[in-house]
């Protein structure tokens, strides 16, 4: 089973809407992160935001947002006021402590179009 | 500039030689992790460093790839005998982390890769 899955490959959204990257994951341990990464046509991951297992709040950095689901195990990522800047990939990732180690999983990514 | 580096940027080699990635992590991060990355893929997870212990390989690293960072700084990445599939970008991140209960975000700060061609 996917650890990680971001159903949508692409998703177009017009400048200044709002926009929601879908992510789910699955772990079993109790003690978990999540985050999003964005990805531009440069190369370099980008840290946008992070989610405890624990928050009871979800997660806000500026124009982004998380809108954590704990027991339906999901975590999308929200963008509002959509700027052409923000045409990327965009990665959900896990991080998990399992047999003493930490792991980090990452979806296969969504990549958004935004339109002018 | 204090973000994560790595050298070089860009190699192509011809199959069968051996390849080697330096990455420099931000100074006081104590974790350093290798990821590979192909085109229109996440990265996938390669190897973590907690300091200079290699505490975690994956199944994806074959006998032909190894780490090292001796001395808790910089990480090398070496690839023996490279073959076509090993053409991807590697990318390296490093993080600060703590105890498991004060892990806090530990967010993972990434290099800007290095795109490895095997021709």
């Known amino acids: 089973a996917q650890k990680i899955t971001q159903t949508q490959p692409g998703m177009f959204v017009q400048e200044k809407e709002a926009v929601t990257l879908d992510c789910t994951y699955d772990?079993?341990?109790?003690?978990?992160?999540l985050f999003w990464y964005k990805q531009p046509s440069s190369g370099e991951m980008i840290f946008l935001i992070y989610?405890?297992?624990?928050?009871?709040q979800n997660a806000t950095e500026g124009r982004y947002s998380l809108n954590f689901q704990k027991a339906r195990k999901s975590a999308n990522l929200v963008i509002s006021a959509s700027q052409l800047g923000d045409s990327a990939m965009y990665f959900c990732a896990m991080r998990e402590f399992l047999s003493g180690t930490y792991k980090y999983i990452f979806g296969t990514g969504t990549r958004l179009k935004v339109l002018a | 500039d204090t973000g994560v580096s790595q050298d070089p940027r860009h190699k192509i080699t011809k199959r069968g030689q051996n390849v080697t990635f330096r990455c420099d992590p931000i100074s006081e991060h104590n974790r350093l992790y290798w990821y590979r990355q192909t085109l229109g893929q996440g990265p996938e997870f390669l190897t973590y460093f907690q300091n200079e212990a290699q505490l975690e390989k994956s199944r994806l690293l074959s006998d032909r790839f190894s780490a090292e960072r001796p001395k808790g700084s910089f990480s090398t990445l070496e690839i023996q005998r490279t073959e076509q599939g090993d053409s991807a970008m590697y990318l390296c991140?490093?993080?600060?982390?703590?105890?498991?209960?004060?892990?806090?975000?530990?967010?993972?700060?990434f290099g800007p890769g290095t795109r490895l061609t095997v021709l």
């Open positions: 772990t079993s341990d109790p003690s978990y992160g």
């Open positions: 991140a490093s993080s600060l982390g703590g105890e498991v209960r004060r892990e806090g975000q530990g967010e993972q700060f």
């Open positions: 989610q405890g297992s624990y928050d009871q």
